[in-house]
C-alpha cells in the first residue's frame, strides 16, 4: 500500500504542474470513515463513492433479487428457500471469503461453537479435494449436517431477515456489505487489512465484536487457532439479551441508514462526489 501511494503521490507532483490532481476513487463514504479520507490531503484526493454494494440492496423500494446456483450440490440451491423458514435474526451466517485457507482444526472449532450454541447457521465452506469427508471426524460430520454451501450470494444473504449475525473474516467488501446491510458481524480476521478492520467494527463503528486467540497452535503446524469457547462466546455477545448486543444491533442498523443515505441521489455524499467526479472528466 505504502508503494501504491508513493507511486500515486509522484503522479500527483507531476499534476501539479498542470493543474490536475490525482484522484482515488475508494469503495467507503464520508460519514463512515472522515479522517481517513482527510488523511493524505495534499498528497491525494481521496474520493468516497461507497458502499459500492447493489443500489437495489440499499433502496427503501423492495425490488425482488434473483439469486443464482453455481454449484453443483442441490442443498445449495435451497438455502434461500431455507433461510425463508427460519425466525427473524435467528441464523448465524459463516463465511471466511475465498482466499482465505482455514485450518482443518480451526474448522473443527468454528462448527463445535456453531453446534453447542444451539444457533442454526449458514456456513460458505469449500470442499478440500484431498481430504474425503469420511475422515474429518464425527465432530465435523455433525455440523455438516446444517446448511453448509460452497458458494452463496452474500447481498442475498445478508440482507435477509432470518439473519442474525455474521461470522466474518472482515475483509473490506464483507464488512462493508454487513454494515450496510445491518447484519451484526463476529470478527474473525485471518491477515492483511482485515485485522484493522476487526478493530475499527468494534472499538470504533462497535456493531460487532472481534476474537481473541487463546491458542498459538493447532498443532498441525497451521499457526494460531481460536478456540471453541472464545468463539461460543462474541457469538453469545452480539445474539444474546445483553448490553453488548443491544448496542451492535443498534448502531448495525444506525450505519445502514447512514450506508443508505450516502448514495441517495438527494445529496448524498457518495452520490454527489461520484457525479462531481463524472462531470469534471467529461466537461
Not at 19 to 33: M, P
Not at 243 to 270: D, I, M, Q, Y
Request: hydrophobic residues 35%.
Amino acid at each position: 500500500m505504502k508503494n501504491q501511494i508513493e507511486v500515486l503521490s509522484s503522479s500527483n507532483r507531476e499534476e501539479d504542474r498542470t493543474g490536475t490532481t490525482t484522484k482515488v476513487l475508494v469503495n467507503t463514504f464520508d460519514a463512515l470513515e472522515p479522517e481517513a479520507l482527510k488523511a493524505l490531503e495534499g498528497k491525494l484526493d481521496l474520493v468516497g463513492v461507497g458502499p459500492l454494494v447493489p443500489s437495489s440492496f440499499l433502496s427503501v423500494t423492495q425490488y425482488p433479487i434473483t439469486t443464482f446456483n453455481t454449484t453443483t450440490n442441490s442443498a445449495s440451491g435451497d438455502y434461500m428457500t431455507w433461510l425463508d423458514s427460519q425466525p427473524t435474526s435467528s441464523i448465524v451466517y459463516v463465511s471466511f471469503g475465498t482466499i482465505a485457507e482455514v485450518s482443518r482444526r480451526q474448522k473443527e472449532e468454528v462448527g463445535k461453537a456453531l453446534v453447542s450454541s444451539g444457533r442454526p447457521f449458514l456456513w460458505t465452506l469449500r470442499k478440500e479435494a484431498e481430504k474425503a469427508e469420511e475422515e474429518e471426524g464425527a465432530e465435523v460430520a455433525r455440523w455438516r449436517e446444517e446448511m453448509e454451501v460452497e458458494w452463496c450470494s452474500q447481498v442475498d444473504v445478508l440482507s435477509h431477515g432470518a439473519v442474525g449475525c455474521f461470522l466474518t473474516h472482515c475483509g473490506w467488501n464483507s464488512t462493508l456489505e454487513s454494515m450496510c446491510l445491518g447484519v451484526p458481524t463476529v470478527g474473525f480476521p485471518q491477515f492483511s487489512d482485515q485485522e484493522t478492520n476487526a478493530k475499527l467494527v468494534e472499538d470504533v463503528w462497535r456493531t460487532g465484536v472481534r476474537v481473541t486467540i487463546v491458542s498459538e497452535n493447532d498443532g498441525g503446524g497451521g499457526g494460531a487457532v481460536v478456540e471453541e469457547g472464545e468463539i461460543r462466546r462474541c457469538l453469545d455477545l452480539v445474539m444474546g439479551d445483553g448490553e453488548v448486543g443491544e448496542e451492535v444491533r443498534r448502531n448495525a442498523r444506525k450505519w445502514k441508514e447512514l450506508a443508505r443515505s450516502a448514495v441517495g441521489e438527494e445529496g448524498g455524499t457518495s452520490y454527489v462526489n461520484l457525479k462531481a467526479f463524472v462531470d469534471e472528466i467529461t466537461s
